[in-house]
């Protein structure tokens, strides 16, 4: 049976990793028993320019029948964040509840951490981050304003539903690999009804986990963590700003943006997740096809993973990192002269084999 992908190439160098991604899916898809229908769709800023929005507004119920979504970038010049942010990717991740966010922090073998002397054994851990509330929420306003007593207050909302769900889905994913740990970031010295909550549920998870050790850090210090002891760490959890802070630190002393992957995960396979690079739109390189794909080739192994194909996942990730180690044809990110055509083209002869 075939896997029914929602392809949404997005903008700028999205539109040109995307394709790479899907090169790879058609590769694997001669082999026998795994095939992938795409559906493309055209949401963008560019979308925006010429309908005002960035998608229709069936687009969520358009894109809910799918296996999966994979994301290109979106992004604009002259078209504020917030537009992107809260016009495709927001809504598209609180439609489907895709309330864990995955970013795995691993040197690929041939690339050069921006740490010094450290190398692929030394970083190789998992950023799990809340995705639905916490720091992000919408509660909260101002007050005076213009006066001199003028303030913000901003509600910072952990529910006893929201963090089971991600601690549950964080401890079985630590317990599924061989080292068995989990980290967790929170600032309970400081904050102090919502962090001492957020503990309190970690204890009470960590109870139905007993194979599991887990280790309590606050951000500052995990943060620190991060550059000056990489190799503490297994899996890492975090609320929903503390884990995007954690989840752009942990990429960028692995290689950097170009090869960051990411997912969007609602683990019940009733909505799709969504697959993207943690990279942008690129404006300052697009159009010229020297994007990196492996940001989005990754995510592509990660999407795989999620829809169950764990042997192509694990064929296309050995056959990435085998380019990346042979050091011969790499993107001008990490210092080669390849197009993004010419990297992909070279991965799909090692796929092949
Ligand atoms: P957006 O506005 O869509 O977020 P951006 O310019 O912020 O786009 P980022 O993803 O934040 O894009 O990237 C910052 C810079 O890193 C880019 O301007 C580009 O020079 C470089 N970069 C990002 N992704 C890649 C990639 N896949 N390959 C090569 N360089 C990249
Ligand atoms: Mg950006």
Partial sequence: MAHHIALIPGDGIGKEVTPAGVRCLEALARRPGLDFEFSEFPYSCEYYARHGQMMPDDGIETLRPHDAILLGAVGYPGVPDHVSLWGLLLPIRRAFQQYVNLRPVRLLRGLTSALRDRGPEDINYLVVRENNEGEYSDIGGRLYDGLPEAMAIQANVITRKGSERILDYAFRTAQARPRKQLAYATKSNGIKHSMPFWDEQVAAMAER????????????????????????????VGTNLFGDILSDLGPATAGGIGVAPSANINPDPAVPSMFEPVHGSAPDIAGEGVANPIAMIWSVVMMLEDLGEQSAADDLMGAMENVTHEGRVLTRDLGGTASTNAFTDRLLAELKG
């Avoid at 599991?212 to 760490?233: K, R």
């Fill in 209 to 236: 986990f007993d194979d599991v050790s887990v280790e309590q850090y606050h951000v500052d210090i995990l943060a620190a963590n991060f550059v000056t002891h990489p190799d503490w760490f297994d899996v890492v």
